[in-house]
């Protein structure tokens, strides 16, 4: 059900209101059928009742006669007045009508008609003896004769018939036409559903587009959240909207505020933490013994990488620089040239030239992480470009002995490295590949590790072109 509903808001209301007004407009149709296949019922039967209670009341002041003929001696016959027979002209397998039955019987007693028995019956096709003794045909004879190219306003949809007893022997017949209103009553039906889907969409399509408006710059602000660098969204809206984006912007100040105090405290903390280690290191320049001197040099120099890193990883999301056009492939290539001038066996195989808006600072940290990883455990590195559609995935290749597949999520943890041993020769912070990734999906991409067939690690920075 779902795949055939609206993806939108405005949408699916607007679906679920015109389902449910066609439900109750179908209620609605068949309840006024049936109202209308009654009241035909209705009006024929009441017209054969007053034909009879009149024929009835005639008879009473004339006295009763079953044949009148004309001066010239010929029958005469009398049209649309009800025949007087000797037994009921209903006859078996005609369809009984026991309601329309007993309400004529009420009538004649209500018009002070004796009747001793009331019958009726409905048929399709009036009978042979019943043609002469039925009303409403004589109206639609004349206007065919006058206009028999018009088409009638209503379609005969049968025949009442209906006998009433008024005496022993004495039955008086009469026949009524069905008039059939369904096609008029279709056209209102129809006529009336339009409007009802006029009066109720056209305000609901208005309060859709109000209500989701607002909805979609809030859906836009969430998605291009920067904590407390986001501007704030626009309040409009319903009430409980208006509220809602309140609420948002008032989060983004008060993230904004706690990333602001977080990084005052990592400022103080680095500055209080890098002065003792630039002091340290002057009085260690002092040290006479130099594979001393060396060893605690480099450990001065690993300890501020550290720091480096930790202070990098927290601050990123609140970079000031802002990303510009960078051609992707000058940056790795800058990048490579440092390790080679460092004597370490990095390649870099050029595929023409890309643009990407990018922060290129960061992204720069991100590879030269990847790069020194590759340097450290597999001896070199060789670096590629590959564009998937919208996206451009730089490649750094290893021979080093790669890393068990169980193992590969977890090397993204904080301070979590393949090597066990923190020795100057493989040494680190552990914060490398976490820092990437961070760096990589704060730019909508990912950092992906896969060991090679041939041998070696595969690490990938995924960039989005969008």
């Known amino acids: 059900m779902k795949r055939f509903l609206p993806n ?16 109750a407009q179908g209620i609605n149709v068949a309840l006024l059928y049936q109202g209308a296949q009654n009241q035909k019922m209705v009006e024929a039967s ?45 006859e078996d397998g005609q ?29 399709d096709k009036l009978p042979a003896n019943m043609r002469n003794s039925v009303i409403g045909l004589g109206r639609e004879r004349q206007r065919l004769r006058a206009i028999a190219y018009r088409k009638m306003p209503h379609k005969i949809d049968g025949f009442i018939i209906m006998s009433a007893q008024i005496g022993e ?68 809206g319903p009430p409980d909207t208006k509220q809602l984006i309140a609420a948002f912007n008032g989060m983004n100040d008060r993230v904004g505020a706690m990333l602001n105090e977080k990084n005052v405290m990592l400022g103080a903390i680095g500055h209080d933490l890098r002065t003792p280690l630039a002091a340290l290191r002057v009085r260690v320049e002092s040290v006479e013994d130099e594979d001393e001197r060396d060893r605690m040099i480099a450990g001065i120099d690993d300890m501020d990488r550290t720091l480096d890193d930790i202070l990098s990883l927290a601050r990123l999301g609140r970079s000031k620089e802002a990303a510009e056009p960078t051609d992707i492939s000058a940056l790795i290539e800058t990048v490579a040239d440092e390790f080679t001038d460092m004597g370490a066996a990095v390649s870099f195989t050029r595929s023409g030239r890309t643009i990407a808006n990018i922060r290129a600072t960061l992204i720069r940290r991100a590879l030269r992480n990847l790069i020194s990883n590759a340097v450290k455990y597999g001896k070199e590195a060789a670096v590629s470009v590959d564009k998937d559609g919208d996206r451009l995935v730089i490649h750094v290749d290893d021979n080093g002995p790669g890393i068990a597949e169980d193992q590969i999520e977890a090397m993204f943890e904080p301070f979590a490295r393949a090597e066990i041993s923190r020795n100057r020769a493989t040494g680190g912070s552990g914060l490398g590949l976490t820092l990437a990734r961070a760096i990589m999906r704060d730019h909508g991409g990912d950092v992906l590790l896969q060991n090679r067939a041939e041998g070696g690690l595969r690490a990938s920075l995924i960039l989005s072109l969008d």
């Open 169 to 236: 022997g004495r039955w008086l017949n009469i026949a009524a036409v069905i008039r059939d209103r369904n096609p008029r009553l279709a056209r209102t039906l129809i006529f009336q559903t339009a409007v009802i889907y006029l009066i109720l969409l056209i305000p609901l399509i208005w309060l859709g587009r109000y209500i989701s408006r607002p909805l979609k710059a809030l859906t836009k602000g969430a998605e291009n959240f920067r904590p407390g660098a986001s501007d704030p969204i626009a309040e409009s």
């Open 46 to 90: 009441a017209s054969a009742v007053a034909r009879i209670a009149w024929e009835a009341e005639r008879i009473n002041e004339r006295g009763f006669r079953e044949r009148r003929y004309r001066r010239d001696g010929s029958l005469r016959i009398r049209r649309n007045r009800p025949s007087t027979t000797s037994q009921s002209a209903i």
């Open 95 to 123: 369809t009984r009508l026991p309601s329309v039955e007993e309400r004529a019987a009420r009538a004649f007693d209500n018009l002070g008609i004796t009747s001793l028995s009331v019958q009726a019956a409905r048929v």
């Open 8 to 23: 939108s808001l405005i949408g699916q209301l607007l679906a679920l209101v015109a389902f449910t007004l066609l439900i």
